[in-house]
């Protein structure tokens, strides 16, 4: 099981707005944290703190927080956003990482 | 640009052990601690632990404890990470991690994944 929990699919056309949401007891004390994996590759970080985003991840992806929900939305789908999204976050006393159990993002 | 290599795919049977290595560049090995993590065919991320390349001080899931162990070789900016006592369930892919030291515990730099198989 996971400590944070994740729908397990989202399907969207291209152009349309993706929603991926998780839930824990560790929100809101704790940052939430997403990344993209495409099939056969390593993970790859697209939001930190809630809400950054690192240099290089296109603008349609964003993330926000409330309560103890947080949600990555991905404005404009594109193909290429077909993947698993993971939520990750950290116990009470950040001493190790958590995370959801992904969500498998298809591009109809 | 900050770069993770690790080794390559490995086959073993059960009760053996497996040590994957992850080799570091483009950025100041010590000051980044090393996290490893591995993902069973279709499931999700599951954190082992950690371990601090400047003083190898080292942290694990409680549910790896007495059977992981994980070092490093400073000299060439390479972690390793040894599993004991394999598994089948422990066939699966391993990953070494860069935890950034800003805010918030997450991971910016990812090595490619060692698939490692348990077969007899």
């Known amino acids: 099981s996971y400590d944070l929990t994740q729908s397990p699919s989202v399907s969207v056309s291209p152009g349309q707005t993706a929603r991926i949401s998780c839930s824990g007891d560790a929100f809101p004390k704790q940052y939430a944290f997403w990344y993209q994996q495409r099939p056969g590759q390593a993970p790859v970080l697209v939001i930190y703190?809630?809400?950054e985003r690192p240099s290089g991840v296109p603008d349609r992806f964003s993330g926000s927080s409330s309560g103890a929900t947080v949600t990555l939305t991905i404005s404009g789908v594109q193909a290429e956003d077909e993947a698993d999204y993971y939520c990750?976050?950290?116990?009470?006393?950040?001493?190790?990482?958590?995370f959801g159990g992904g969500t498998k993002l298809t591009v109809l | 640009q900050v770069q993770l290599v690790q080794s390559g795919a490995e086959v073993k049977k059960p009760g053996a052990s497996v040590k994957v290595s992850c080799k570091a560049s483009?950025?100041?090995?010590?000051?980044?601690?090393i996290n490893w993590l591995r993902q069973a065919p279709g499931q999700g991320l599951e954190w082992m632990g950690w371990m601090n390349p400047n003083n190898s001080i080292t942290a694990y899931a409680k549910k790896f404890r007495g059977r992981v162990t994980m070092t490093r070789d400073a000299s060439i900016s390479t972690a390793y990470m040894e599993l004991t006592g394999l598994k089948s369930e422990d066939a699966a892919v391993y990953f070494c991690?860069?935890?950034?030291?800003?805010?918030?515990?997450?991971?910016?730099?990812w090595g490619q994944g060692t698939l490692v198989t348990v077969s007899s």
């Open positions: 991690a860069r935890e950034n030291d800003g805010s918030g515990y997450y991971f910016d730099s």
């Open positions: 483009g950025y100041t090995f010590a000051n980044y601690d």
């Open positions: 990750q976050s950290a116990d009470s006393t950040a001493a190790y990482p958590v």
């Open positions: 703190k809630d809400s």
